[in-house]
C-alpha cells in the first residue's frame, strides 16, 4: 500500500483552511466554529448521496445483525475514560465519583470485549487484533494524536488568554504547522519507500518531542520567531508520522477487513485527541491549583505532549528493528 498524495494535501489544506477560517468566524461569533462545520458535513453529505453507487448489501455473518451492544458499550467505555480524566483536575470534584466514571469506562471496555468475542457478527473481530503492526499503529494514534491536539490547545491558550492574540492571530500562527500539505505527499513517499513505514513514523514521534520540547521554556514575552521553530517541526513530525500511520494500521490485513481496520485507526486518532486535551486540561488545573502561575501551568501542561511523543517513539520503535516497503 502506498500513500496517497492527493488525499495527504487534502487534508492539510483542510486543517491550515480551518485554523484561518476558524479565527474569521469567531470575530463574528464563536458559536459559528461549530455551527458552520455542521452546515459544510450537510453539503457535503447532500452533494456525495447521488455519486454512491448502488450495490447490494453484501452477506454477513449472523445475519447481517447490526452489533449494537458492541458499538454502545465502546462508545460508552471511551466517554466515561475521557470524562474520568477530566474530572481528576476539576476543583471540588469528588473523587469517588470521578473513581465511579473511570470505573465504569474499565467495566464497559471489559465488557465491550467479552460482547465481540460472543457476537456471531462483531462489530470488531477480536482476531484481528493479534497483529501486531496494527496494534503498534493504533496505539501510536493514540499517542500522536493526543500529543498533537494537546500541544495546539496549550498553545492556544497561551497565546489567547496570556498573550492577547485574537482568534485570528492565532490561526495564522499556528498556520506553519500547514506545512505537511507540501512535505506529506513529496517528502514522505520517498522516505517511506527508503527506510520503510515503521522508521519514519519513529522519525515522526522524535522530531515531535523535540518540536514540544523545545516550547517547554515558553516565557510571557516570547517573539513568534522564537516559537517558529516548534510550529514548523511540529508540521514536518505530522507529515512524516500521520499517513505512514494509517499505511501500517492496514499492512498485512485481509483485504475484506481493510475498512474494519481503517475504523479502528480513525477511532484511535480521534479518542487519542479527547484523551490528550482531557489530560492537559487536567495538568494544567492542578498546576494552577496547586499556586503556580498562569505560565507555569501551561509549562506543565506542555510536558504531556512531549511525554506522549517519546512514549510513542517507544512503542513505534519496537517494530522499527526491520525494514518494510
Same mark, same amino acid.
Given at each position: 500500500?502506498?500513500?496517497?498524495?492527493?488525499?495527504?494535501?487534502?487534508?492539510?489544506?483542510?486543517?491550515?483552511?480551518?485554523?484561518?477560517?476558524?479565527?474569521?468566524?469567531?470575530?463574528?461569533?464563536?458559536?459559528?466554529?461549530?455551527?458552520?462545520?455542521?452546515?459544510?458535513?450537510?453539503?457535503?453529505?447532500?452533494?456525495?448521496?447521488?455519486?454512491?453507487?448502488?450495490?447490494?448489501?453484501?452477506?454477513?455473518?449472523?445475519?447481517?445483525?447490526?452489533?449494537?451492544?458492541?458499538?454502545?458499550?465502546?462508545?460508552?467505555?471511551?466517554?466515561?475514560?475521557?470524562?474520568?480524566?477530566?474530572?481528576?483536575?476539576?476543583?471540588?470534584?469528588?473523587?469517588?465519583?470521578?473513581?465511579?466514571?473511570?470505573?465504569?469506562?474499565?467495566?464497559?471496555?471489559?465488557?465491550?470485549?467479552?460482547?465481540?468475542?460472543?457476537?456471531?457478527?462483531?462489530?470488531?473481530?477480536?482476531?484481528?487484533?493479534?497483529?501486531?503492526?496494527?496494534?503498534?499503529?493504533?496505539?501510536?494514534?493514540?499517542?500522536?494524536?493526543?500529543?498533537?491536539?494537546?500541544?495546539?490547545?496549550?498553545?492556544?491558550?497561551?497565546?489567547?488568554?496570556?498573550?492577547?492574540?485574537?482568534?485570528?492571530?492565532? +490561526?495564522?500562527?499556528?498556520?506553519?504547522?500547514?506545512?505537511?500539505?507540501?512535505?506529506?505527499?513529496?517528502?514522505?513517499?520517498?522516505?517511506?519507500?527508503?527506510?520503510?513505514?515503521?522508521?519514519?513514523?519513529?522519525? +515522526?514521534?522524535?522530531?515531535?518531542?523535540?518540536?514540544?520540547?523545545?516550547?517547554?521554556?515558553?516565557?510571557?514575552?516570547?517573539?513568534?520567531?522564537?516559537?517558529?521553530?516548534?510550529?514548523?517541526?511540529?508540521?514536518?513530525?505530522?507529515?512524516?508520522?500521520?499517513?505512514?500511520?494509517?499505511?501500517?494500521?492496514?499492512?498485512?490485513?485481509?483485504?475484506?477487513?481493510?475498512?474494519?481496520?481503517?475504523?479502528?485507526?480513525?477511532?484511535?486518532?480521534?479518542?487519542?485527541?479527547?484523551?490528550?486535551?482531557?489530560?492537559?486540561?487536567?495538568?494544567?488545573?492542578?498546576?494552577?491549583?496547586?499556586?503556580?502561575?498562569?505560565?507555569?501551568?501551561?509549562?506543565?501542561?506542555?510536558?504531556?505532549?512531549?511525554?506522549?511523543?517519546?512514549?510513542?517513539?517507544?512503542?513505534?520503535?519496537?517494530?522499527?528493528?526491520?525494514?518494510?516497503?
Amino acid at each position: 500500500m502506498r500513500l496517497r498524495p492527493v488525499d495527504q494535501r487534502l487534508a492539510a489544506a483542510g486543517f491550515s483552511l480551518g485554523l484561518v477560517v476558524g479565527g474569521l468566524l469567531t470575530a463574528v461569533s464563536w458559536r459559528w466554529v461549530f455551527f458552520a462545520p455542521v452546515l459544510l458535513a450537510g453539503a457535503l453529505l447532500a452533494a456525495a448521496v447521488p455519486l454512491i453507487p448502488r450495490e447490494a448489501a453484501p452477506d454477513r455473518a449472523g445475519g447481517g445483525r447490526f452489533d449494537l451492544a458492541g458499538a454502545v458499550t465502546a462508545t460508552g467505555a471511551m466517554l466515561l475514560l475521557v470524562y474520568g480524566v477530566v474530572r481528576i483536575g476539576e476543583p471540588g470534584a469528588g473523587s469517588g465519583t470521578t473513581a465511579a466514571v473511570l470505573a465504569g469506562g474499565l467495566a464497559l471496555l471489559a465488557a465491550f470485549a467479552v460482547i465481540e468475542r460472543r457476537s456471531p457478527s462483531p462489530l470488531v473481530r477480536p482476531g484481528i487484533l493479534r497483529s501486531g503492526p496494527l496494534l503498534r499503529a493504533n496505539l501510536g494514534a493514540v499517542l500522536f494524536a493526543g500529543s498533537f491536539f494537546g500541544f495546539q490547545f496549550v498553545a492556544t491558550l497561551y497565546l489567547q488568554d496570556l498573550r492577547g492574540w485574537s482568534p485570528l492571530q492565532t +490561526g495564522l500562527a499556528l498556520l506553519a504547522i500547514g506545512v505537511d500539505s507540501v512535505l506529506a505527499p513529496t517528502l514522505t513517499p520517498k522516505l517511506v519507500e527508503r527506510f520503510g513505514n515503521a522508521r519514519v513514523i519513529l522519525g +515522526g514521534f522524535l522530531l515531535a518531542a523535540l518540536s514540544y520540547g523545545l516550547f517547554l521554556p515558553v516565557g510571557a514575552d516570547w517573539t513568534y520567531p522564537m516559537m517558529f521553530p516548534t510550529m514548523l517541526l511540529t508540521g514536518l513530525a505530522f507529515a512524516l508520522a500521520y499517513g505512514p500511520l494509517t499505511i501500517a494500521a492496514t499492512e498485512g490485513v485481509a483485504e475484506e477487513e481493510q475498512g474494519l481496520a481503517g475504523g479502528l485507526l480513525n477511532t484511535s486518532f480521534q479518542f487519542g485527541a479527547a484523551l490528550g486535551l482531557s489530560v492537559v486540561t487536567t495538568v494544567n488545573l492542578a498546576a494552577l491549583g496547586s499556586g503556580a502561575s498562569v505560565l507555569e501551568g501551561f509549562r506543565a501542561a506542555l510536558v504531556v505532549p512531549v511525554a506522549s511523543a517519546v512514549l510513542g517513539a517507544v512503542v513505534t520503535a519496537t517494530g522499527a528493528g526491520r525494514r518494510r516497503a
